[in-house]
T-cell receptor, first 112, second 113 residues
Framework: NAGVTQTPKFQVLKTGQSMTLQCAQD?????MSWYRQDPGMGLRLIHY???????DQGEVPNGYNVSRSTTEDFPLRLLSAAPSQTSVYFC???????????FGEGSRLTVL | AQTVTQSQPEMSVQEAETVTLSCTYD???????LFWYKQPPSRQMILVIR??????QNATENRFSVNFQKAAKSFSLKISDSQLGDTAMYFC??????????FGTGTRLTIIP
């Protein structure tokens, strides 16, 4: 079972570069989300989606874009990377209303 | 907005002992879910236990149990007969009607051999 797949697992960027973190799930989940994890701050919600064509902002959306063209995919785009975006990023999905989120393995991003 | 507070940044306990991790939350909703997730050094987020707010009975999963006090908005995790593999970060999380999952800042638990 693939579950939630994130790529890449590691990435180093220079300030101002752009990149996309990919997230795909094969469980037909309506809900998908992106979190960032920083030391001492837990996991903070960046963006989320409750279905194809529907996205909304979370707690820390600035500097990130998302789209949801299919049920399976929910990419996270950094248009102009900044050192403050150095973090570990997690994608997670679930069925709407069922509670439990399933997480990907995380992506460590370093912005120099 | 919901908030989740974990007031114990770090804890340590001897192997085979029992440890309790604290979590409080703030919400005006009556129907919601609460979770404890474990994050070992591998970075993977692993669900330990979940509790539906409408259920009065405390959830239990093998050595893991919760003390859910809805009126007090408290959701503590008890680990019995702790094992070396329990060493990890533990996150308390809340999920309400808007589907968003809100995490606490975590408790780093170390099991001492």
């Amino acid at each position: 079972n693939a579950g939630v797949t994130q790529t890449p697992k590691f990435q180093v960027l220079k300030t101002g570069q752009s990149m996309t973190l990919q997230c795909a799930q094969d469980m037909n989940h309506e809900y998908m989300s992106w979190y960032r994890q920083d030391p001492g701050m837990g996991l903070r919600l960046i963006h989320y989606s409750v279905g194809a064509g529907i996205t909304d902002q979370g707690e820390v959306p600035n500097g990130y874009n998302v789209s949801r063209s299919t049920t399976e995919d929910f990419p996270l785009r950094l248009l102009s990377a900044a050192p403050s975006q150095t973090s570990v990023y997690f994608c997670a999905s679930s069925r709407v209303g069922t509670g439990e989120l399933f997480f990907g393995e995380g992506s460590r991003l370093t912005v120099l | 907005a919901q908030t989740v507070t974990q007031s114990q940044p770090e804890m340590s306990v001897q192997e085979a002992e029992t440890v309790t991790l604290s979590c409080t939350y703030d919400t005006s909703e009556s129907n919601y879910y609460l979770f404890w997730y474990k994050q070992p050094p591998s970075r993977q987020m692993i669900l330990v236990i979940r509790q539906e707010a409408y259920k009065q009975q405390n959830a239990t999963e093998n050595r893991f149990s919760v003390n859910f006090q809805k009126a007090a908005k408290s959701f503590s995790l008890k680990i019995s007969d702790s094992q070396l593999g329990d060493t990890a970060m533990y996150f308390c999380a809340f999920r309400g009607g808007n589907e968003k999952l809100t995490f606490g800042t975590g408790t780093r638990l170390t099991i001492i051999p």
